[in-house]
């Protein structure tokens, strides 16, 4: 059978695209403001969704203003454990320390769960290799974690993305803020193909991968026709294609870049790396390589 690429991206030039972070604290955890005071930040730079995500609390969003956003109920399982998000929590979910009971509750629930900061701490290994392996039913890890620029550690994880993508894993790359001080805000994010401004569209485009992860860098379009990808991303200076374990096989100094996938490809998906001024980046999702 001809090679065929499978990629979570629509084609269509009119789509919307709708920015937001989905890992904050407030004073209900370990935040240093309220939580309507963060959600207003946010708003003020122009965010379109946002989740509060305090440690084992889940804040209902209904008695919040979300100022022009779409707020997203959801909290971040912390005690006894690796940490993860839940996200569109409608229930609280015990931190039991078999992560993988808690993947299967969040599950239950209709939520989605994404592991987070996979190389914080000064070890760099918060949540082991073999853990994110073994576990099973989570949509995502962070690839980028904003307040581990000030932590020990490091922030990037497309280390840990890459491996678990080459042993087969489909596995969404997230970048979250992680927001604790008035510092910690805009320092990445996720930006979502979205048809209309609804949790549940948000939630949707996030569970099958229809966005991409950002610390600066926009992308304009992704588009993938056949076996050719095309990517635009006005304020970036490099584009880097890369395929099973972040090996680089091609790369552009441009504001855009098309790559065709070969009938011979030895790889199983590509995504695309973009590079613009400063530590500002933006990660594709992998475009798988069907065989």
């Known amino acids: 059978m001809p090679l065929t690429l499978e990629s979570p ?29 963060v959600i207003d930040d946010y708003a003020a730079r122009g965010y379109d969704f946002m989740m509060l995500s305090d440690h084992d ?22 005690a006894q454990g690796p940490h993860l998000l839940h996200i569109n929590a409608e229930t609280q979910i015990p931190p039991n320390p078999d992560r993988q009971q808690v993947l299967e509750a969040i599950a239950d629930a209709a ?17 082991p290799q073999e853990r994110l392996e073994a576990l099973q039913g989570y949509v995502g890890i962070e690839i980028y974690n904003g ?34 001080r008035p510092e910690d805000v ?13 949790v549940a569209a948000v939630v949707d485009a996030l569970k099958y991968g229809r966005f991409y992860a950002s610390t600066g860098v ?3 379009r992704i588009a993938v026709h056949g076996r050719t ?29 098309t790559f065709h996938v070969p009938d011979d490809a030895p790889y199983t998906y590509v995504r695309l790396e973009c590079y613009g001024a400063g ?13």
């Not at 609390?57 to 912390?78: A, C, F, Q």
């Not at 990517?231 to 870049?257: C, E, Q, W, Y």
């Not at 530590?279 to 065989?291: F, H, L, N, R, S």
Request: net charge neutral.
């Open 186 to 198: 805009e320092l990445a994010w996720n930006v979502v193909q979205c048809s209309n401004r609804t």
């Open 229 to 257: 990808i095309h990517i635009a991303a006005p304020n970036a200076s490099r584009i880097v294609v890369s395929v099973d374990h972040g090996k680089r096989i091609a790369h552009a100094d441009s504001t855009d870049l």
């Open 111 to 127: 939520g989605l769960a994404v592991l987070n900061h996979p190389n914080w701490q000064k070890h760099f290994n918060h949540c």
């Open 57 to 78: 609390k889940l804040t209902d969003p209904s008695v919040l203003k979300g100022r022009g956003m779409v707020l997203i109920p959801g909290n971040e399982v912390s």
């Open 279 to 291: 530590e500002a980046m933006a990660w594709t999702q992998p475009i798988y390589v069907k065989k």
């Open 147 to 180: 307040v581990i620029r000030r932590l020990e550690g490091s922030p990037l994880a497309t280390d840990r993305w890459d491996r678990l993508l080459s042993s087969g894993r489909k596995i969404w790359g997230f970048a979250n803020d992680d927001s604790h």
């Open 9 to 37: 991206y629509s084609n269509e030039e009119s789509v919307s695209w709708m920015r937001g972070n989905l890992h904050a604290h407030s004073t209900e955890s370990d935040g240093s403001r309220p939580p309507q005071e």
């Open 218 to 220: 926009t992308l304009e």
